[in-house]
C-alpha cells in the first residue's frame, strides 16, 4: 500500500539546514494498523505529512497505492489526499458551526458529490461509529471522545484505502481513549483499511500490528506486536 524508498527532508535547506529525515525507508502494507512512536523532533510528525500527502520529500520515493506522490503537483496532490488519505487529527479539527451531520459530509462535498448521496454516506458512517443520537448536535455538545468518534467518520467519508491519525487519544481521558482505539481496531480489521498512527501511547502501541520508532529523523526500531 506505501513504499518509501531513502526519504529525506530537509528544512531551510539553502540558509541553516535541518535534516528532519534522513533516509528514511518504510513499507506497510494493506489493512495494517502501524504505530508510529518517537520523541518530539524525532521526525514524526514530517513523516505523517508526507505520509498524508500534504509535504513532499527533499528526496527519494513516496508509493502510496501504486502512485508516485514525490513528483506531483500541488493540485494533484489535493485532488489525491482528497479520494485515497483521510487524515484524523488530535484536536479533531470539527468545523464549530457546522452539525455532526454536516461536518462528516464535508469532505464528500468537496469533490462535488450530490447533497443527497454525501447524507446517505454520512448517516451510515455516523450510526457506524455509535453517534446516531447525535446527528444534529454541533461539536461544543459533544464530549471529546464522540467528536474524535465524529472526526473518524469524516476521514471514512470518501471511502479512503488509508487513515493517518495524529495522536488520536492524546486529547481523551482513558475511557473516551479506550473506546476510541476499539473503534479503530474494529475498522481495520472489518473494513481493511490502512491505518498509520502516530502516537505517544502505549495503548495505542498494543492494538497495533507493528510498530516503528522514529530517533533523529532515522527508523531505529521495528516490531511486531500482533498477527491477524
Known amino acids: 500500500m506505501i513504499r518509501l524508498s531513502n526519504v529525506v527532508k530537509i528544512y531551510n535547506e539553502k540558509t541553516a539546514p535541518v535534516f528532519a529525515l534522513s533516509g528514511v525507508s518504510l513499507s506497510v502494507e494493506r489493512a495494517e494498523l502501524l504505530a508510529l512512536m518517537g520523541s ?17 520529500p527533499t528526496s527519494g520515493t513516496v508509493e502510496i ?19 485515497k488519505i483521510g487524515i484524523v487529527f ?21 469533490l462535488k458529490k450530490s ?3 454525501s447524507a446517505s454516506r454520512a448517516k451510515e458512517l455516523i450510526e457506524r461509529v455509535g453517534l446516531s443520537h447525535r446527528l444534529h448536535h454541533q461539536p461544543f455538545q459533544l464530549s471529546g471522545g464522540e467528536m474524535q468518534r465524529t472526526a473518524i467518520a469524516r476521514a471514512l467519508m470518501n471511502n479512503p484505502a488509508i487513515i493517518i491519525a495524529d495522536e488520536p487519544t492524546g486529547n481523551l481521558d482513558s475511557k473516551n481513549a479506550d473506546q476510541v482505539l476499539e473503534l479503530i481496531r474494529t475498522l481495520a480489521e472489518e473494513e481493511r483499511k490502512t491505518f498509520i498512527i502516530a502516537t505517544h501511547s502505549k495503548e495505542v502501541s498494543e492494538i497495533a500490528d507493528r510498530t516503528v520508532v522514529l530517533k533523529d529523523g532515522k527508523v531505529v526500531e521495528e516490531s511486531v506486536i500482533a498477527e491477524k
Request: proline share 3%; hydrophobic share 40%.
Open 40 to 56: 518530539s523532533g524525532s521526525g514524526k510528525t514530517t513523516l505523517l505529512n508526507i505520509l498524508s500527502a500534504i509535504d513532499l
Open 65 to 83: 497505492d501504486g502512485a508516485n506522490i514525490s513528483t506531483m503537483s500541488e493540485k494533484e496532490l489535493t485532488a489525491f489526499r482528497r479520494e
Open 90 to 110: 488530535q484536536f479533531f479539527n470539527l468545523m464549530p458551526t457546522l452539525s455532526v451531520l454536516e461536518n462528516v459530509m464535508l469532505p464528500s462535498l468537496l
Open 115 to 117: 447533497e443527497k448521496q
